[in-house]
């Protein structure tokens, strides 16, 4: 069992940027890959980006690429996601998931929402 505590989530301005926080707890977090998700408001939920464990390589979405970061720190069972240049588009609730042996797990989400 994980379990996934999501936070950062808020109000910014179309440019500005926020950072997302994922913390982890239940397993050993340094031996699963962790990615990031969100649901815009009647769309269904899009991958954002992953991060693998070990070496930590990364993909993205597209519509983030060279925006969004997303980084891992072992130690502190996180995952972060640095949201830069944000854009209307990129309301939505965000959810970190993990990826542990077949199975996945959920957080409940924090909602961003991006003004104009």
């Known amino acids: 069992q994980v379990q996934l505590v999501e936070s950062g989530g808020g109000l910014a301005q179309a440019g500005g940027s926020l950072r997302l926080s994922c913390a982890a707890s239940g397993d050993t977090f340094s031996s699963y890959s962790m990615g990031w998700f969100r649901q815009a408001p009647g769309k269904e939920r899009e991958f954002v980006a992953r991060i693998m464990a070990g070496g930590g390589q990364t993909y993205y979405q597209d519509s983030v690429k060279g925006r969004f970061t997303i980084s891992r720190d072992n130690p502190k069972s996180t995952v972060y996601l640095q949201m830069n240049s944000l854009k209307p588009e990129d309301t939505a609730v965000y959810y970190c998931?993990?990826?542990?042996?077949?199975?996945?797990?959920w957080g409940k989400g924090t909602l961003v929402t991006v003004s104009s």
């Open positions: 998931a993990a990826f542990v042996r077949g199975l996945d797990y």
